[in-house]
């Protein structure tokens, strides 16, 4: 019982010590750190990822554990909702349960969840605890989360923005072909007028393009009476 006193005596003059260094301005450097977003905006039916990230001065070992609880908007009472040591323990019983999933990585300083199918009722403050011994001592970070309806306004502006991505280059191909036919038809149209005659290569085109009309027409001609001539033989 007395060393049981005395280590509590320890352990208030402690507190006592880092609350004094802290109201006199002197930045108190924690052997590990944690941080996540303070506010999280999500829409209802869509999955929401809370983000944990932690630092520690010693190496992640199988005595890592990670806790997240939750505390409604409406009421004051804590609820645990995911536990990690070694394994994954989401909640089986609660708002929470079959909807938490680890998406982390505890090699990485990464102790994030996601939330599936998330709803107005899950409005609240998240918290996450990690603890890496011998480092216990760390700050603990709040998450602000809020689940609304997706307004009208922005699934508009989601198909606006997708109608940009998508019609705008097409548009713009259209135009330029269309500026292209413009062009080489004013041209044409100003050659008529000008009694332009065409260049002895132009024409030498076009006699080359009349031949091999009219070679091609008489090989499909050829070709034609070959089959007529099959066709009686065997008869």
Sequence with gaps: MQHSGAAGSRGCALFSLLGALFFQGVYIVLPLEIKTDAHVRGYVGEEIKLKCTFTSTSDVT????IDWTYRSASSSRVESIFHYQSFTYPATSGRFRDRISWVGNVYKGDASISISNPTVKDNGTFSCAVK????????????????????????????????ILVFIPSAVVVVLLLVRMGRKSAGLKKRSKSGYKKSSIEVSDDTDQEEGDNCMGRLCMRCAECLDSDYEDTY
Excluded: W
């Excluded at 199988?62 to 554990?65: E, F, G, P, R, Y």
């Excluded at 011998?134 to 606006?160: C, K, Q, W, Y």
């Design 62 to 65: 199988d005595k890592l554990t």
């Design 132 to 163: 890496n011994p011998p480092d216990v001592h760390h700050n603990i970070p709040m998450t602000e989360l809020t689940v609304t309806e997706r307004g009208f306004g922005t699934m508009l502006s989601s198909v606006a923005l997708l109608s």
